[in-house]
């Protein structure tokens, strides 16, 4: 049978941890992500994270299931994070953009932490809200409903999928992402022309964009698709 999860109120009565702090689903989630941002992946255990909160490793199911709750809670919390201070603008494409763009930059703030939560869906508040502002924008818009689910789908996957391969680069040590990002400067700067023509046309241009993240030109082609699915009179209106 499954633990019973106490409401937040009731835990807030419970007396303090030994360090004399208080828990809370909050305090739990920030201090994994500290863990997640020391010690990587593997570093994110109860025994750990019991003793970070100076509490009984146990007391931490009195708040989650299990490590599998805590994570999808921190997924949660870092799209809490982008949508804080968020609100609409009434131009769909520019609302869209702000939304992902705030998505991918709070989990690359938290790239262990991506790692572990981006493919996940946990059905959370902070989750929900930003599922319901993108089919909101999109509705609003004027899009059928078939294309805004396409749209979002599409959106969602994008924005996701980015945060998780660039967040994957910035969670590797040091050195590793160095060697990475010189070998474009390295190996493929010096390919000779007779053998490779394309990327020794390419090199210098190569050796600047392969080092960012190609989410921002990504999602302004999903925006550029998505405007095109509109009537000409709703893309001149809407469009921005």
Excluded at 51 to 74: E, N, Q
Aim: with cysteine; hydrophobic share 45%; charged share 25%.
């Amino acid at each position: 049978m499954a633990k019973r999860v106490v409401p937040e109120d009731e835990r807030r009565r419970r007396r303090p941890t030994r360090g004399g702090r208080v828990l809370s689903e909050t305090l739990i989630v920030e201090t994994a992500l500290r863990l997640l941002r020391e010690h990587g992946g593997a570093g994110l255990t109860a025994r750990r994270l019991g003793l970070a909160l100076d509490c009984d490793p146990s007391t931490l199911y009195r708040y989650f299931r299990g490590m599998d709750d805590l994570t999808l809670a921190i997924g949660d919390a870092l799209i809490g994070t982008a949508l804080r201070g968020w609100e609409p603008s009434g131009r769909w494409r520019a609302d869209l953009r702000d939304i992902g763009l705030r998505i991918h930059a709070a989990y690359l703030a938290h790239p262990q932490a991506a790692v572990l939560t981006a493919s996940r869906v946990s059905g959370r508040t902070n989750e929900l809200a930003a599922d319901e502002a993108v089919l909101d924008v999109l509705r609003t818009a004027g899009f059928p409903l078939p294309d805004t689910v396409r749209l979002y789908h599409a959106f969602i996957d994008t924005t996701l999928a980015f945060a998780a391969l660039d967040a994957a680069s910035l969670a590797l040590p040091d050195a590793a992402r160095r060697a990475d990002e010189d070998m474009w400067r390295s190996t493929y700067a010096r390919l000779p022309a007779a053998t490779h023509p394309r990327i020794a046309e390419a090199a210098p241009l190569l050796a600047r964009r392969m080092v960012t993240s190609a989410y921002p030109t990504a999602l302004d082609m999903l925006l550029d698709s998505a405007a095109a699915r509109l009537e000409p009179s709703d893309r001149r209106g809407r469009a921005v």
